[in-house]
């Protein structure tokens, strides 16, 4: 009660505690597996889950409106082909090269919005027809192998430390979280976009364009993993078909570990954050357990469970 | 309680004795008994919630009772599902929203009891031919083949109508045949009443409407809260006992005294108000007026408050407010001009139920306070504490789920959301419904407050003790037009019952009825 307006506002959700409690106890597991977990495995294990962590902040805006967007990976998948190519391994053509990557991004996340608002279509089989359209468009362009590199001084992007403590790319997903943040609880058009994503026939008869609202978050979802393919490709640092193909069904499970309800009306960045590290985190167990990599899916399905588990356990009572 | 006299001229077939059945605390049906002859018409009456639905849905074995007796050609009767119901020869016609759209009329007709082959797929020609038999035996002229979602509201109710009388029952059960469909359409519903009553079906029907109760039914049967408060046969009931069964009942003291207001300025006009809903409306309400809206359900209620709101705007037509002309053409158009609406659903149209009340009731406050796309926190915060305890919202906090609220609760938070700033016209659509009886009376006193202070109000009301209570003037509705208006001193549920079930020709009636109120 005596917290001031501004932070009540910020309070995290129940959601967001659990999936950090689950990142606890997972970096626990690990520590006694392993023997040791140095900070700097940590940070190194979120320098590479960044450009999980963005593309799932997008799939995060989408579930908040309770929607779903299947072209999350095409979307990045995209954005790897077109900067390596326009950046052709030479850093002059850095403006370029950006400014075209996410001008086809912003592209498809419009086309998404508009299939979904005004033909109607469902959003995740729009979203899985732009993935296929995205998919076949990069093979006929490529003919199968993708040219252009990335030149190393732009990759410093995921490759750098700041201070040598902290990873430019745990840098660049941290501002992106506390971005949307600020944009989604505490700006104008954010709360209408809570409001029609909770439900959006109460919205549209408050006078809030919640059409308008769909088709932004869907050019917001594209944005970020344009984003997460850019951050992908500097890690490469080269073109490949298909490099971010998992990555759609890996930041749906990072956004619902986070606390996302299909239902909408939800988003908590530290959640998705959460949930994209765990599912990182879990792959770092598999090579300590020395398991197969296959059981990974096991294990990311048995967190789902173990999370969705646990917020209705609460609910229940 | 009056008693049905025993049937002389045909054998009993049911007959129901002190039919009892409560939801928990809630009585819904209170030692109800009558019985029905074979190949008679029985007419059910009665108010939204006074329990006809209940008794049909034990009658067709959705629901089973809690106290009484059924007896069902002299053998208990007691259904344990419809498909038993079925089997007892009871079938019940839902009303005409219950058609499936991608299905045929043919399926549709079989629903369940389509002719199969020995794969379990069924046989489309002899579907088809079965449909052909049934249409030529009940006369009605309908392509098979058609799809549900390309039929007419009346051929919808056919269609549903058939599907119960393909069953072959005994006793056929419809619920609201007539009441989407106009006055031409309903009465080829009542010719097909009248056939099947030849063959030797017996019927329940229920209605709301006088002339067809008058016309059709050999027996009546009237509920008001769940009790019986008049079963008669043919000749033994006029309209005028019926509609007195039906809400002969006193004013509790839950309404505000509200001064008479008649020479005010008019501040808010329609003049041939049409869309594909609404045939041509009329009206204009006076400055700090509450114009009351009367009418039997679904007469054109919801597309007036749709069209109020700016949701499904008059396609033609002239709307002025405060004298300057205006065009509906979305919601966000009428919030701008000043007309605040409460949607009759607020859970569906209302209230983001899973956010805070925090989030829901701020909107509009924070709307108008926003600097530079920034929410204002601790003005919304002051706004929603204010709110709070001027509506007495019982909640733990702000930031509880406005979901886990009551509907007396929830209410108040759609009201509240509207008091950022004062509206100029206040549409309200069955502003109490499910809403319990203390938080019924803040409302009226809050709408009775904004009235004092000039907001006009169109309330829009099938509670006819909340529009005499609060209304100045009173409006009937009937098949999406205005058919009768009544003055304050004249205000009575019998006359508004008579203009509400399309009877405006009585005239001469008029006077004595409100000589008796």
Redesign the interface.
């Given at each position: 009660m005596a917290l001031p307006a501004i932070l009540t506002n910020a309070k995290p959700a129940a959601a967001t505690w659990r999936a950090l409690g689950l990142l606890a106890i997972l970096l626990i597991v690990l520590f006694v597996f392993s023997g040791r977990v140095s900070m700097v495995q940590v940070m190194d294990n979120a320098r590479q889950a960044a450009p999980l962590g963005l593309i799932a902040l997008g799939q995060a805006l989408i579930l908040l409106m309770g929607r779903l967007d299947l072209s999350v990976g095409a979307t990045a998948g995209l954005a790897n082909v077109v900067l390596a190519a326009s950046f052709a391994g030479n850093m002059d053509n850095m403006a370029t090269a950006l400014a075209i990557t996410v001008f086809f991004g912003l592209l498809v996340g419009l086309a998404n919005g508009i299939l979904v608002v005004v033909l109607r279509i469902p959003a995740f089989l729009a979203t899985l027809a732009t993935s296929l359209v995205i998919a076949g468009a990069i093979l006929v362009y490529t003919g199968g192998s993708p040219g252009g590199s990335i030149p190393a001084g732009f990759r410093v992007i995921t490759e750098g430390w700041l201070f040598g403590i902290l990873p430019w790319s745990v840098v660049i997903w941290t501002a992106c979280s506390l971005i949307l943040l600020v944009f989604v609880h505490y700006s104008l058009k954010g709360r209408k976009m809570l409001l029609s994503g909770a439900n959006a026939r109460a919205a549209q008869r408050n006078g809030i364009a919640a059409d308008r609202m769909v088709i932004f978050s869907f050019v917001l979802a594209s944005f970020m993993a344009t984003l997460g393919g850019i951050l992908l490709s500097s890690i490469t640092g080269m073109a490949s078909i298909g490099i971010a193909d998992t990555y759609t069904v890996d930041s749906i499970a990072a956004a619902v570990i986070g606390g996302a309800l299909f239902s909408g009306g939800v988003f908590l960045p530290a959640g998705v954050a959460a949930g994209s590290l765990i599912l990182f985190f879990l792959q770092s167990l598999l090579y300590v357990l020395s398991l197969p990599p296959a059981a990974r899916f096991v294990l990311q399905g048995s967190i789902i469970v173990i999370a969705l588990a646990l917020s209705n356990f609460k609910k229940d009572r | 309680m009056a008693s049905l006299k025993p049937a002389n001229h045909s054998p009993t077939l049911i007959a129901v004795s002190g039919l009892s059945k409560s939801f928990g605390r809630n009585i819904v049906l209170q030692d109800v008994s009558f019985s029905l002859g074979r190949g008679e018409v029985l007419a059910l009456v009665g108010e939204n919630g006074a329990g006809k639905s209940t008794l049909m849905n034990i009658l067709s074995g959705n629901l089973s009772h809690d106290a009484g007796d059924i007896r069902l050609k002299d053998a208990t009767y007691k259904p344990s599902s419809p498909a038993d119901a079925a089997r007892n020869g009871v079938a019940i016609a839902h009303q005409e929203t219950a058609v499936m759209p991608d299905l045929t009329v043919a399926e549709n007709v079989f629903f369940g009891r389509e002719p199969r082959n020995a794969l379990g797929m069924i046989r489309q020609r002899q579907l088809h031919s079965d449909f052909t038999q049934l249409a030529a035996s009940l006369g009605f002229d309908l392509d098979g083949r058609k799809l549900g979602r390309h039929l007419s509201a009346a051929e919808r109710q056919l269609v549903e109508i058939a599907g119960a009388i393909s069953a072959k029952p005994d006793i056929l059960i419809l619920d609201e045949p007539t009441a989407s469909l106009s006055s031409e359409a309903a009465h080829s519903v009542i010719r097909l009443m009248e056939q099947l009553k030849a063959q030797g079906t017996s019927i329940i029907f229920i209605s709301h409407r006088m002339g067809e109760i008058m016309e059709a039914a050999d027996r009546v049967v009237v509920l008001k809260d769940g009790a019986l408060t008049l079963a008669a046969a043919r000749g033994e009931f006029s309209e005028d006992d019926l509609i007195h069964a039906m809400v002969g009942r006193k004013l509790e003291n839950i309404f505000p005294a509200r001064p008479a207001r008649e020479n005010a300025p008019v501040r808010f006009s329609v003049r041939g108000g049409t869309n594909e809903n609404l045939p041509e409306i009329g009206f204009a309400v006076r400055r700090g007026e509450v114009l009351g809206i009367a009418g039997l359900e679904g007469q054109g209620q919801k597309p007036l408050a749709d069209a109020l709101?700016g949701?499904a705007p008059f396609r033609s037509g002239t709307i002025e407010l405060d004298g300057e002309a205006l065009k509906l053409k979305?919601?966000?158009a009428?919030?701008?001009a000043g007309i605040a609406?409460i949607?009759d659903d607020r859970k569906?149209?209302?209230?983001?139920?899973?956010?805070p009340i925090r989030?829901?009731m701020s909107?509009?406050a924070?709307?108008e306070r926003?600097k530079g796309?920034?929410?204002p926190?601790?003005y919304?915060?002051d706004f929603v504490e204010g709110a709070r305890e001027r509506f007495s919202i019982r909640s733990t906090?702000m930031?509880q789920p406005v979901g886990e609220l009551s509907g007396g609760n929830q209410q108040k938070v759609v009201f509240a959301?509207w008091l950022a700033h004062e509206p100029k016209l206040l549409v309200l659509y069955e502003p109490t419904k499910g809403v319990d009886v203390q938080s019924k009376s803040e409302i009226y006193h809050l709408v009775d407050e904004l009235s004092q202070k000039g907001v006009s109000v169109i309330l829009i009301s099938s509670d006819l003790m909340e529009l005499i209570g609060l209304s100045d003037r009173i409006l009937a509705l009937y098949e999406g037009r205005i058919t009768g208006e009544i003055a304050r001193s004249e205000f009575s549920e019998e006359k508004i019952m008579r203009y509400a079930a399309g009877l405006p020709g009585k005239r001469q009636a008029e006077g004595m009825e409100a000589a008796h109120v």
């Open positions: - | 709101c949701m979305s919601p966000a009428a919030i701008a609406s949607p569906h149209d209302g209230l983001a139920l899973s956010l989030l829901n909107l509009f924070i709307t926003a796309g920034f929410l926190l601790a919304e915060r906090d930031e959301r």
